[in-house]
């Protein structure tokens, strides 16, 4: 194992001591492992949180700003925050108008949050709504879900929700408009090579030179099948084909986010966009925006997912409205 640490049980610590000292628009609570905007919302507008597991950077951290979230919880790598930190959380971000969790599909996720969630409203009486993703069409179950995984449209989402909660929308509103986003996205990933915990020393999973993990999990879980290592074209072709078969694509403007998992250059994923682009117009789908790079990442797994999202005035406006986050900035 190869990695920029010190100690492999002290990654997450010292990570966020190095995100504190590179964004001083955000305040990190050390003890409690969140990441907070440095200056709050304004009183009267719905407060987001969201985290998991670290080790998906930029999620969720990376989100925390103007337009997307107010606070993030970090919890050990690939391990979901504790109830306690979300209480806190939740409790802080509050400005009189409640708060909207977005959990990923993930079982300690949704029961942590669910405990904060209850923790915040006996304590404090905090009004919190949540608001659950479950986009990946890889698997309907795994050993971490009950249901599909909350994966790509999980960023969609915060970045638009986030706008309509500058926007000043009430908490059922804002909370509504997330459940529509989440039913109306579809996402699917394949990985080249496993990505390698600190704390392990070693690849989650073996993967041979000649072959590829298609549907895989954003924590090295399997996914649909191996198959040969095939051109970017064919792969492109089995990650598109269960999205699109799973969802109409082509009644109106759709959002598509061509992410890489950790350990893929940008050059392969604008190659891979290039192909997957060819795809969607063909099978009628018109893409409005697009989105190409690291925004939920597996440590340094190589490979890709594709995230694919139905729009339409509403959301593209949320979307074209600002953003300034460590890792998504427009307009602000």
Request: net charge negative; proline share 5%.
């Amino acid at each position: 194992m190869k990695k920029l640490i010190n100690d492999p049980e002290n990654v997450l610590a010292e990570a966020l001591v190095g995100i504190e000292a590179a964004h001083p628009e955000l305040r990190v609570d050390h003890a409690n492992r969140l990441i907070y905007r440095a200056t709050p919302k304004a009183m009267g507008k719905v407060a987001l949180i969201s985290g998991g597991g670290s080790g998906h950077e930029p999620l969720h951290g990376g989100f925390v700003g103007l337009g997307m979230l107010d606070a993030a919880a970090a919890g050990e790598i690939f391990t979901s925050p504790t109830p306690d930190q979300l209480l806190e959380a939740t409790k802080a971000v509050d400005q009189g108008a409640g708060v909207l969790h977005i959990v990923k599909n993930y079982t300690g996720d949704v029961m942590n949050f669910e405990m904060g969630a209850e923790l915040a409203a006996a304590e404090s009486g905090v009004l919190v709504e949540s608001v659950v993703t479950n986009d990946d069409v890889a698997v309907e179950d795994s050993t971490w879900t009950a249901g599909r995984r909350g994966v790509g449209v999980t960023v969609l989402l915060e970045k638009i929700v986030g706008a309509a909660a500058e926007e000043g929308r009430d908490l059922a509103s804002v909370a509504a408009l997330a459940r529509r986003i989440n039913e109306s996205g579809r996402s699917m990933g394949m990985a080249l090579t496993s990505g390698t915990v600190p704390s392990a020393g070693k690849p989650t999973f073996d993967l041979p030179d000649d072959q590829m993990e298609m549907g895989v999990g954003i924590h090295g879980e399997p996914g649909r099948h191996r198959v040969p290592l095939a051109p970017a074209s064919e792969i492109a072709e089995q990650l598109l084909e269960p999205v699109l078969a799973d969802l109409d694509f082509t009644t109106g403007p759709t959002i598509v986010m061509l992410n890489g998992l950790g350990g893929t250059p940008l050059i392969e994923l604008y190659l891979m966009y290039g192909e997957v682009a060819k795809l969607l117009e063909k099978a009628g789908v018109r893409v409005a925006r697009t989105l190409v790079g690291n925004y939920i990442t597996s440590l340094d797994m190589a490979g890709c997912s594709v995230t694919v999202l139905n729009a339409d005035d509403e959301l593209l406006a949320l979307w074209d409205a600002p953003v300034n986050t460590p890792g998504l900035r427009w307009r602000a």
